[in-house]
């Protein structure tokens, strides 16, 4: 059985920090590629950070570069989202995908909600 739980999320006070965790099972972790999507409401879900499984090149989209990093720890089945300096538009519920194309495979965890607001 498939699982993606996400944890971290909360209120943080702009110019904070918190670090988002997603804990995989069920499927072979390193192989798959990594991403954190977001969305914001009355907003379309968008791509935050991927990182492939093997190789490639870790992207992030232009309104977070400098500012979050994605991590994997294949041997915890973990991914993580650092995330710093965060502004009152990072408020979103934050998503973890784990994608594998050649098997079709495309898996989402429930979301965890993100609140940067003074």
């Known amino acids: 059985q498939v699982q993606l739980v996400e944890s971290g999320g909360g209120l943080v006070q702009p110019g904070g920090s918190l670090r988002l965790s997603c804990a995989a099972s069920g499927f072979t972790f390193s192989s798959y590629a990594m991403s954190w999507y977001r969305q914001a409401p009355g907003k379309e879900r968008e791509l935050v950070a991927r990182?492939?499984?093997?190789?490639?090149?870790?992207t992030y989209a232009e309104s977070v570069k400098g500012r979050f990093a994605i991590a994997r720890d294949n041997a915890k089945s973990t991914v993580y989202l650092q995330m710093n300096s965060l502004k009152p538009e990072d408020t979103a519920v934050y998503s973890c995908?784990?994608?594998?194309?050649?098997?079709?495979?495309?898996?989402w965890g429930q979301g965890t909600q993100v609140t940067v607001s003074s």
């Open positions: 990182m492939p499984g093997v190789g490639g090149i870790t």
């Open positions: 995908n784990a994608r594998r194309i050649i098997v079709n495979h495309d898996f």
